[in-house]
C-alpha cells in the first residue's frame, strides 16, 4: 500500500512509520522526530503497595516485644510464690503475643498481595487491549521524508475517517492517542493547537 502526503501531494516519499524508524541510519527520520514517532510503551504493572493494616500489626507487635523484654528484665517481682506456668507465662507472655500478631500480619499481607495482584493483572489486561489498538493505530501511520511530516490515510484511525493533515513529528503521538481526531482539523488542513 502507498499513500500520497497531504503536505507534498506526493507518494514516492512516503513510508509507514515502523518502516521510516529502522531507515533512521538513511536519515529518513531524524533523531527528535523518532522520538516523537516511537511506538507507545507496553503497560507494565504497578509496584504492589503494602496494606496499612500489616503496618498496624507490626508495630503492635514491636511495642508489646519492648514491653515483654522490658517486663523480663524488671527486677523479679516475687515469682517464688506462683507455681511455673505462672511464671512461665509471665516470661514468655510478652514474646507469645507478639508473635501471634506477627502471624496476623503475614497472613493478612498475603492476602492483601493476592488481592493486589488480581487486580493488577485485570487492570494490566484491560491496559495490554488498549495498548494494542494504539500500536495497530501507530503502524497505520506514514512519515513523509520530502516533509518531514507524518499523517494518517483516509480510514486508519477509524472506519470511514478522512486522511489527516500533514502532522509535526510532535504531534503525531496525540494523534495515535485518539486525542487528534476529527475536532483538531482546521482550515487547510491545519492542525489545531
Known amino acids: 500500500m502507498s499513500a500520497v502526503c497531504p503536505g507534498c ?7 509507514p512509520v515502523p518502516e521510516a524508524l529502522e531507515d533512521v541510519a538513511a536519515a529518513a527520520v531524524d533523531p527528535p ?12 504493572p504497578a509496584p504492589v503497595r503494602e496494606s496499612a493494616a500489616v503496618a498496624v500489626l507490626v508495630a503492635l507487635a514491636a511495642l508489646w516485644l519492648l514491653l515483654g523484654v522490658l517486663a523480663m528484665l524488671r527486677p523479679d517481682p516475687d515469682l ?6 505462672y511464671r512461665a507465662g509471665y516470661l514468655l507472655g510478652g514474646l507469645v503475643g507478639p508473635a501471634l500478631l506477627t502471624a496476623a500480619a503475614l ?10 495482584r488480581r487486580r493488577e493483572e485485570e487492570r494490566l489486561r484491560v491496559q495490554h487491549a488498549r495498548w ?11 512519515w513523509c521524508r520530502r516533509c518531514r511530516a507524518a499523517f494518517f490515510p483516509a480510514g486508519v484511525l477509524h472506519p470511514g475517517s478522512p486522511p489527516s493533515p500533514a502532522l509535526a513529528a510532535q504531534h503525531y503521538p496525540a494523534w495515535v492517542l485518539g486525542a487528534g481526531l476529527p475536532g483538531m482539523w482546521g482550515e487547510g488542513g491545519q492542525v489545531l493547537s
Open 132 to 142: 494494542q489498538d494504539l500500536v495497530q493505530r501507530w503502524r497505520g501511520g506514514w
Open 80 to 85: 517464688g510464690r506462683h507455681d511455673d506456668v
Open 33 to 44: 522526530a523518532a522520538a516523537h514517532l516511537a511506538p507507545p510503551p507496553a503497560p507494565g
Open 107 to 116: 497472613v493478612v499481607r498475603t492476602v492483601s498481595r493476592r488481592r493486589a
Open 9 to 15: 501531494a506526493a507518494g514516492e516519499h512516503a513510508l
